[in-house]
C-alpha cells in the first residue's frame, strides 16, 4: 500500500524559508514520479513542482520558479520541497504526490495525473 507523509511546514515571515519533506513507503519509490502540490482556502489545488525518475526532469509553476527546488533522495524514499523568499501568496496546505511506475523523463502538475496522495503540511507566511 503506498503511503505518503509530508512534513516540515509551519508558520514564517515573508522572505523566510522552509524545507518539505515527503516520505514515502509501500512501493519501489525509485519507479514513480513525484509531484508537489498546493491548495489555499476558496481555492482549487495547484501543482507547484515536478519531478521525474532519478531526477531526470524538473518542472515548475511559473509562480515558484527561481524560489523554490524540487528534489529527491531514492536511498531514502524521500521527497523535498525547498521553499526560498516565501510570500503571503504561497500560504496553502501543501501535498506531495506520486505517481507510478512512470517514465524515465515524465513529469505532470496536474493533479489528476496522480494516484497518491499524502495528508498535507500547512505553510503559512506572514507579512
Known amino acids: 500500500q503506498v503511503q505518503l507523509a509530508e512534513s516540515g511546514g509551519g508558520s514564517v515571515q515573508a522572505g523566510g524559508s522552509l524545507r518539505l519533506s515527503c516520505a514515502a513507503s509501500?512501493?519501489?519509490?525509485?519507479?514513480?514520479?513525484m509531484a508537489w502540490f498546493r491548495q489555499a482556502p476558496g481555492k482549487e489545488r495547484e501543482g507547484v513542482a515536478s519531478?521525474?525518475?532519478?531526477?531526470?526532469?524538473?518542472y515548475y509553476a511559473d509562480s515558484v520558479k527561481g524560489r523554490y527546488t524540487i528534489s529527491r533522495d531514492d536511498a531514502k524514499n524521500t521527497l523535498y520541497l525547498q521553499m526560498n523568499n516565501l510570500k503571503p501568496e504561497d500560504t496553502a496546505m501543501y501535498y506531495c504526490?506520486?505517481?507510478?511506475?512512470?517514465?524515465?523523463?515524465?513529469?505532470?502538475?496536474?493533479?489528476?495525473?496522480?494516484?497518491?496522495w499524502g495528508q498535507g503540511t500547512q505553510v503559512t507566511v506572514s507579512s
Open positions: 519531478i521525474s525518475r532519478s531526477a531526470t526532469t524538473t
Open positions: 504526490a506520486a505517481q507510478g511506475p512512470c517514465g524515465f523523463t515524465w513529469y505532470s502538475l496536474v493533479d489528476g495525473h496522480y494516484a497518491y
Open positions: 509501500g512501493y519501489t519509490y525509485g519507479y514513480y514520479c
